[in-house]
C-alpha cells in the first residue's frame, strides 16, 4: 500500500462521522442573503370590539328636518323630559344621525336630576392665632409691609391691629328661603272628557297617513279652549307648519295640539282645565284663520272625530 491510499484509509472514519450530524441553523442577522432565518413564533391579533349604543324600543335615530319638539312630540313625551334623558343642554343642538332615547330610562324609572346643595348654617371664619413668644421669624416679619424698623412698640402696634380686623362671624337672623322644586300635575288614568275646542267648522279632516288632525275654521282672535284638562306640555313656535303652538298632556296616554294660533295665553307646566281658554285663533303658518286640532295617543295621530262628541 503506497502512502496515498494509507492517508485515505485513515481520513474515511473522520470524514464519516462529520456527516452524521445535521448542520446548526443559522440566524439572520441583516448578513448575507442566503442564510437561514429562524422561525418566529406566532402573534394572535385580537380585534377591539367596540360597544355599539343602545338601539331598538326607545330610541330614535335623528332625520333631516328634525326638531327636538317633534321628536318629543311623535313619542308622546315632554322635550324637555327628552332633552334630560340625553344630557342635551340646549333642545336646538340636535345633529342628523343621532340617536337620542324617547322613553324614560330603565322601564320608566324616574331620571335622577343633580340639585345644588343649600346650607344654612353660617360660615364660620377661622384666623390663626398669633404667637405671644418673643423673637421668632414670625414676630420678626411684623409689622407687615417692612416700614417700619423691629421694636417692641411695633409689634404690639401691630398685634393690636391684627385683633381689630379679625373678621366677626356673620350670624344672619333671617335665613334664606329653602328653594322648592317646581311643581307638576300628575293627571292619572286613561280616560279623558273630551270637548270641542273650537266652535267653528269643520274644514279639513283626519286623514291616515296625510293631515295628522283636523281644522276648524274661524275668524282671528276667537277662543281657542282646552278639549280637556291637562298639563301644558309645550308653548311655542319650534314646530315647523305649526305656527303658534300649544301641546296639552292630559295623562301617560293622550297629549292634544293646538296649532296656528295668533296669541298664546299660557305657559309650560301651567294646570289648565277643560273649557279654559288657552290661546286666539290666527293663521300663523297657514292659509287662513283656523285651529288645526290633534289628539296623539301615545305620540301617535289618532282621528279626533272618534274622541270628540257628535255636534
Known amino acids: 500500500m503506497n502512502a496515498a491510499h494509507l492517508i485515505l ?23 448575507a442573503s442566503g442564510a437561514v432565518k429562524l422561525a418566529e413564533p406566532a402573534i394572535q391579533v385580537v380585534p377591539v370590539v367596540t360597544a355599539a349604543p343602545d338601539s331598538g324600543v326607545g330610541y330614535y335615530t335623528v332625520k333631516k ?40 330610562p330603565d322601564n320608566g324609572a324616574p331620571v335622577a336630576v ?15 392665632a398669633m404667637p405671644t413668644g418673643r423673637n421668632t421669624e414670625t414676630l420678626k416679619r411684623e409689622p407687615k409691609g417692612g416700614k417700619l424698623a423691629w421694636s417692641d412698640e411695633a409689634l404690639a402696634k401691630a398685634q393690636q391691629k391684627d385683633v381689630a380686623e379679625k373678621p366677626v362671624e356673620a350670624r344672619s337672623q ?35 297617513g296625510g293631515s295628522k288632525g283636523v281644522d276648524i275654521a274661524g275668524k282671528a282672535g276667537d277662543p281657542v279652549l282646552a278639549a280637556a284638562s ?13 305656527g303658534n303652538l ?30 279654559q281658554k288657552i290661546a286666539e285663533m290666527g293663521s300663523t303658518d297657514a292659509e287662513s284663520p283656523r285651529l ?12 279626533p272625530q272618534k274622541f270628540l262628541p257628535a255636534r
Open 230 to 242: 291637562g298639563v301644558v306640555s309645550y308653548s311655542g313656535a319650534g314646530l315647523r307648519g305649526y
Open 174 to 208: 333671617d335665613r334664606p328661603a329653602e328653594a322648592k322644586p317646581a311643581e307638576t300635575a300628575v293627571i292619572a288614568g286613561d280616560v279623558v272628557d273630551w270637548m270641542w275646542p273650537a266652535g267653528g267648522k269643520l274644514i279639513a279632516p283626519f286623514a291616515e
Open 65 to 104: 328636518g328634525d326638531t327636538l319638539y317633534s321628536i318629543a312630540l311623535d313619542n308622546g313625551q315632554d322635550y324637555k323630559d327628552v332633552a334630560v334623558w340625553n344630557n342635551l343642554d340646549n333642545p336646538n343642538l340636535i345633529r342628523t344621525g343621532q340617536q337620542l332615547r324617547v322613553a324614560p
Open 246 to 275: 300649544v301641546v296639552l298632556r292630559h295623562n301617560a296616554t293622550y297629549l292634544s295640539v293646538y296649532a296656528h294660533n295668533s296669541k298664546i295665553l299660557v305657559k309650560e307646566k301651567q294646570t289648565v282645565t277643560r273649557g
Open 292 to 303: 288645526h286640532f290633534e289628539i296623539r295617543r301615545e305620540g301617535k295621530p289618532a282621528d
Open 9 to 31: 484509509a485513515l481520513l474515511l472514519p473522520i470524514i464519516g462521522g462529520c456527516a452524521g450530524h445535521a448542520p446548526a441553523p443559522v440566524e439572520d442577522r441583516g448578513g
Open 114 to 128: 343633580a340639585k345644588p346643595v343649600i346650607s344654612n348654617a353660617p360660615v364660620e371664619v377661622r384666623t390663626t
